[in-house]
């Protein structure tokens, strides 16, 4: 088996763990909510029992919260690791300080150079994270994914104001980038002074220059000489030149790695600490936690000697907080000059690690050079895959382990209190609760035959009277066939004319084309009837939620709710089932009300009903002759619209009294209400 059939079986091993995963996730997803629920119906016993101390008291003692938030955590933390174990690439991640070879080492590996991974000298130059994916026979290409306002203003900018203390934090992107920046706190240290500049040169000052690049989603470059320009930082004169760089959160590099058989591996890449932009750690946290399947820490000893400083474990003790099992999981690289010059302070801090003078637990640490793409590659990358075959497939199955193990003795313990609900509240027999249950359903059917009856009167009362919406709509529909008529011109009909050989086959065919523009207008009267169905569907469901306090049913309002109390009544309840279908199905449509009178007055425009062109007839007649007849029409179709004005107001009157027999008075109606909502209690 060759190195790329390996690491695709590492990869096929990982399925099941992302399957199982999938699974837990989503009972927890349902846990939570069923927790939500049950802490909503706490907070409403509390009112209920607010006289009983003794039952408040047991009530108050149930802590959802913090099951809640351990929940959140443990969705969090599992989304994280399904999304690693669903990967279909083995993911390392290249960290270190600024300055220590961490680009020099991806371009050796990835055979990449400074046009789009800058190696150079002078400031930090990675500016945004980069996953490169090694991809045979492929060119290379980019994908840019940029910030949103909100993430840019959450993950980039607050945090700045949050370190050094500056007040008030910007409700927005435009309060932030148009409005005045904060001065910094008196007695400011050297070090906040330089963050405070990074914050005020780059982002604030040229904030009208990156935010154009905001909320432009994903961009996919080809080019690449333009690809750096979102990956790294360029200053000129000490001034940041390419502003596009801040606006990314995350860059995907595909291209072909010079070396064979090496299956689906990918780098991760993410800003070196050191540099006074924050937001790096936080980088790196995320990339490691979501991204990363193997680090390695790049270091490089000055040739005068050297020693790990505090930064160096600082970094080891970040990544250990966001990646399971470090020690088994990395490599330190000690970057060797071509030359050969820090090669002895290479070796002394080797020593270190390997005698734990300094506490950095990894599997190896390799002396490389590496700006050498064969030593990056026979020591570095030979070094990670031979780890990554004998260990990542135990290591990711114990470690999920571990973490179902901690979810389940979560879940015990959530358990063990759950127990204690069932002595909560006070024994309350079943005769009481029934009897109590006909007390509110007797004052349920008093409220809803009083409120069915009020709304039946108020439609009465306006039954024959123009209905509002249907008349605004025909208005609407006529000023348009007026205002835009479509009528052509003398020249256009002459053109017309010439083209069919014939002045009078011009004005048929244009007779068709007014005949067939104005049915379409007049298609738009659907809109009118349509709101004034819903309108009335909307009043019967206030009725029944505000009035009679049914909302618990259904989540939906309006016409809405009706649908889904509908789809709830078992078919036994025949008549309240009916009932609700009826109300809920009901509509009302120009095509089986209106459409059938009005293509009668379209005759006029019909070729074979229109009045012929008259003998010797111009162009210009013939748009006269059109003109008139369209105008005619147009009279006559307004004319036939006026008696169907009262139509939805009589149509909603029937529809909402048809109702009311069906639920209210036909024989079993209150038996089937008082059954159905008996089952239905708890939720309402």
Same mark, same amino acid.
């Given at each position: 088996?060759?190195?790329?059939?390996?690491?695709?079986?590492?990869?096929?091993?990982?399925?099941?763990?992302?399957?199982?995963l999938?699974?837990?996730?989503t009972?927890?997803?349902?846990?939570?909510?069923?927790?939500?629920r049950?802490?909503?119906?706490?907070?409403?016993?509390?009112?209920h029992?607010s006289?009983?101390?003794?039952?408040?008291?047991?009530?108050?003692k149930?802590?959802?919260?913090?099951?809640?938030?351990?929940?959140r955590?443990?969705?969090?933390?599992?989304?994280? $690791?399904?999304?690693?174990?669903?990967?279909?690439t083995?993911?390392?991640?290249?960290?270190?300080?600024?300055?220590?070879?961490?680009?020099?080492?991806?371009?050796?590996?990835?055979?990449?150079?400074?046009?789009?991974?800058?190696?150079?000298p002078?400031?930090?130059?990675?500016?945004?994270r980069?996953t490169?994916?090694?991809?045979?026979?492929n $060119?290379?290409?980019?994908?840019?994914?940029f910030h949103?306002?909100d993430?840019?203003?959450?993950?980039?900018?607050?945090?700045?104001?949050?370190?050094?203390?500056?007040?008030?934090?910007?409700?927005?992107?435009?309060?932030?980038?148009?409005?005045e920046?904060?001065?910094?706190p008196?007695?400011?240290?050297?070090?906040?002074?330089?963050?405070?500049?990074? +914050?005020?040169?780059?982002?604030?000052?040229n904030?009208?220059?990156?935010?154009?690049?905001?909320r432009?989603g994903?961009?996919?470059?080809?080019?690449?000489?333009?690809?750096?320009?979102?990956?790294?930082?360029k200053?000129?004169?000490?001034?940041?030149?390419?502003?596009?760089?801040?606006?990314?959160?995350?860059?995907?590099?595909s291209?072909?790695f010079?070396?064979d058989?090496i299956?689906?591996?990918?780098?991760?890449?993410?800003?070196?600490?050191?540099?006074?932009r924050?937001?790096?750690?936080?980088?790196?946290?995320?990339?490691?936690?979501?991204?990363?399947?193997?680090?390695?820490?790049i270091?490089?000893?000055?040739?005068?000697?050297?020693?790990?400083?505090?930064?160096?474990?600082?970094?080891?003790? +970040?990544?250990?907080?966001?990646l399971?099992?470090?020690?088994?999981?990395?490599?330190?690289?000690?970057?060797?000059?071509?030359?050969?010059?820090?090669?002895?302070?290479?070796?002394?801090?080797?020593?270190?690690?390997?005698?734990?003078?300094?506490?950095?637990?990894?599997?190896?640490?390799?002396i490389?050079?590496?700006?050498?793409?064969?030593?990056?590659n026979?020591?570095?990358?030979?070094?990670?895959?031979?780890?990554?075959?004998s260990?990542?497939?135990?290591?990711?199955?114990?470690?999920?382990?571990?973490?179902?193990?901690?979810?389940?003795a979560?879940?015990?313990?959530?358990?063990?209190?759950?127990?204690?609900?069932?002595?909560? $509240?006070?024994?309350i027999?079943?005769?009481?609760?029934?009897?109590?249950?006909?007390?509110?359903?007797?004052?349920?059917?008093?409220?809803?035959?009083?409120?069915?009856?009020?709304?039946?009167?108020?439609?009465?009362?306006?039954?024959?009277?123009?209905?509002?919406n249907?008349?605004?709509?025909?208005?609407k529909?006529?000023?348009?066939?007026?205002?835009?008529?479509?009528m052509?011109?003398s020249?256009?009909?002459?053109?017309?004319?010439?083209?069919?050989?014939?002045?009078g086959?011009?004005?048929?065919k244009?007779?068709?084309?007014?005949?067939?523009?104005?049915?379409?207008?007049?298609?738009?009267?659907e809109?009118?009837?349509?709101?004034?169905?819903?309108?009335?569907?909307?009043?019967?469901?206030?009725?029944?939620?505000?009035?009679?306090?049914?909302?618990?049913?259904?989540?939906p309002?309006?016409?809405?709710f009706l649908?889904?109390?509908?789809?709830?009544?078992?078919?036994q309840?025949?008549?309240?089932?009916?009932?609700?279908?009826?109300?809920?199905e009901?509509?009302?449509?120009?095509?089986?009300?209106?459409?059938h009178?009005?293509?009668?007055?379209?005759?006029?425009?019909?070729?074979?009903?229109?009045p012929?062109?008259?003998q010797?007839?111009?162009?210009?007649?013939?748009?006269?002759?059109?003109?008139? +007849?369209?105008?005619?029409?147009?009279?006559n179709?307004?004319?036939?619209l006026?008696?169907?004005?009262?139509?939805?107001?009589?149509?909603?009157?029937a529809?909402?009294?048809e109702?009311?027999?069906?639920?209210?008075?036909?024989?079993?109606?209150?038996?089937?209400?008082?059954?159905f909502?008996?089952?239905?209690?708890?939720?309402?």
């Amino acid at each position: 088996m060759n190195k790329s059939q390996e690491i695709q079986s590492i990869i096929g091993q990982r399925q099941p763990l992302a399957k199982k995963l999938t699974d837990i996730e989503t009972g927890l997803s349902s846990l939570y909510a069923s927790l939500q629920r049950l802490e909503q119906e706490r907070d409403r016993q509390l009112l209920h029992w607010s006289g009983d101390e003794a039952t408040k008291s047991k009530l108050q003692k149930l802590d959802f919260g913090s099951f809640e938030q351990n929940i959140r955590e443990n969705l969090t933390s599992l989304g994280r $690791l399904r999304g690693r174990f669903s990967r279909k690439t083995l993911n390392i991640g290249v960290i270190g300080r600024m300055r220590q070879g961490k680009s020099t080492l991806l371009q050796s590996l990835t055979g990449l150079k400074n046009e789009v991974i800058p190696a150079l000298p002078g400031k930090a130059c990675t500016a945004a994270r980069s996953t490169i994916f090694h991809q045979q026979g492929n $060119l290379t290409t980019a994908e840019i994914q940029f910030h949103d306002h909100d993430s840019f203003l959450r993950e980039v900018i607050i945090p700045y104001y949050e370190k050094l203390g500056l007040m008030p934090i910007p409700s927005s992107l435009e309060a932030f980038v148009h409005g005045e920046i904060s001065s910094l706190p008196l007695g400011a240290n050297q070090t906040n002074i330089n963050i405070y500049n990074r +914050l005020k040169d780059d982002y604030h000052t040229n904030g009208k220059k990156y935010q154009e690049y905001l909320r432009r989603g994903l961009l996919n470059i080809q080019d690449l000489s333009q690809i750096s320009n979102y990956v790294a930082q360029k200053y000129e004169d000490s001034q940041l030149i390419n502003h596009e760089c801040l606006a990314v959160k995350h860059v995907k590099i595909s291209c072909e790695f010079p070396f064979d058989e090496i299956g689906a591996i990918a780098l991760v890449d993410v800003p070196g600490l050191g540099d006074f932009r924050l937001g790096d750690e936080s980088l790196v946290i995320e990339a490691l936690a979501q991204e990363v399947d193997f680090i390695l820490f790049i270091c490089k000893p000055s040739k005068d000697g050297a020693n790990f400083v505090q930064s160096d474990t600082q970094l080891y003790d +970040l990544a250990n907080k966001s990646l399971n099992d470090l020690p088994s999981r990395s490599i330190l690289v000690l970057n060797v000059d071509r030359d050969g010059k820090n090669q002895d302070s290479c070796l002394s801090m080797k020593q270190d690690i390997n005698s734990e003078n300094v506490k950095m637990p990894v599997l190896d640490c390799v002396i490389a050079d590496c700006s050498s793409p064969e030593e990056a590659n026979n020591k570095v990358l030979q070094a990670v895959l031979d780890n990554l075959r004998s260990n990542v497939t135990q290591l990711d199955r114990k470690y999920a382990e571990q973490k179902i193990a901690d979810l389940q003795a979560s879940l015990i313990e959530l358990k063990q209190q759950l127990q204690s609900l069932q002595v909560a $509240l006070p024994d309350i027999d079943d005769d009481e609760i029934f009897s109590r249950y006909q007390n509110v359903f007797d004052s349920f059917w008093t409220t809803i035959t009083n409120e069915m009856t009020e709304l039946q009167n108020e439609l009465i009362q306006i039954r024959d009277l123009p209905d509002k919406n249907l008349e605004n709509q025909i208005q609407k529909v006529l000023d348009d066939c007026r205002t835009n008529k479509e009528m052509p011109s003398s020249k256009d009909v002459e053109k017309l004319g010439n083209q069919l050989g014939a002045l009078g086959a011009a004005y048929i065919k244009l007779l068709i084309e007014l005949r067939t523009n104005l049915s379409r207008k007049f298609l738009d009267i659907e809109q009118g009837l349509t709101e004034s169905i819903e309108k009335i569907k909307d009043k019967v469901a206030d009725v029944l939620v505000d009035k009679c306090g049914l909302g618990g049913l259904a989540k939906p309002r309006g016409a809405e709710f009706l649908a889904e109390v509908s789809s709830q009544i078992p078919e036994q309840y025949a008549e309240l089932k009916k009932g609700f279908e009826i109300l809920s199905e009901f509509n009302l449509s120009y095509r089986g009300l209106i459409q059938h009178r009005i293509r009668l007055q379209l005759d006029p425009l019909t070729p074979n009903k229109a009045p012929v062109l008259k003998q010797g007839a111009n162009a210009e007649d013939a748009v006269a002759q059109l003109t008139e +007849l369209y105008h005619g029409t147009l009279f006559n179709c307004e004319n036939a619209l006026t008696g169907f004005l009262s139509e939805p107001s009589q149509a909603s009157f029937a529809i909402v009294e048809e109702f009311s027999d069906r639920v209210l008075r036909a024989k079993n109606a209150k038996k089937e209400w008082n059954l159905f909502l008996y089952k239905k209690k708890r939720q309402i």
